[in-house]
Nanobody
Framework: VQLQASGGGLVQSGGYLRLSCAAS????????VGWFRQAPGKEREGVGC???????SHADSVKGRFTISRDNGKNMVALQMNSLKPGDTAVYYC????????????????WGQGTQVTVSS
C-alpha cells in the first residue's frame, strides 16, 4: 500500500483545513486508516482513525473539531480540521493497517509522507 497525504498549509487560528490521504497500488477498503501528527520535539501522536466499515475514533484533543471520513471508491480518506489552534501545528501523516482500529503508531504498517500544517495565532 502506498499512501500520500496532502492538503496542509498555513492557516490562522480558528480556521480550517482539509487533509486528504490517497491510497494507490492496492484497494484501501480492507485497511484501517489513521491520522497522526508530530510537532517539533514531540512524539508522533494519533489524531484519529477509521475502520474499513467506517467506524471512527478521534483523539480527545481534537474531538468536536476534527472529523475523519473515507471514500473507498476513490481510495481516499479525509481529515477535516475545523477551529484550528496553534497547538495543532505539526506534520500530519496518514497510515494504514490491517489490524484493529488503533491510535498507536506501532499498530500501523504503511505510512505516507507528511504534510505540514501551521496554525498562526
Amino acid at each position: 500500500v502506498q499512501l500520500q497525504a496532502s492538503g496542509g498549509g498555513l492557516v490562522q487560528s480558528g480556521g480550517y483545513l482539509r487533509l486528504s490521504c490517497a491510497a494507490s497500488v492496492f484497494p484501501s477498503e480492507y485497511y484501517v486508516v489513521g491520522w497522526f501528527r508530530q510537532a517539533p520535539g514531540k512524539e508522533r501522536e494519533g489524531v484519529g482513525c477509521i475502520s474499513s466499515s467506517g467506524s471512527v475514533s478521534h483523539a480527545d484533543s481534537v474531538k468536536g473539531r476534527f472529523t475523519i471520513s473515507r471514500d473507498n471508491g476513490k481510495n481516499m480518506v479525509a481529515l477535516q480540521m475545523n477551529s484550528l489552534k496553534p497547538g495543532d501545528t505539526a506534520v500530519y501523516y496518514c497510515a494504514a493497517s490491517l489490524n484493529s482500529i488503533s491510535h498507536y503508531v506501532n499498530a500501523y504498517n504503511y505510512w505516507g509522507q507528511g504534510t505540514q500544517v501551521t496554525v498562526s495565532s
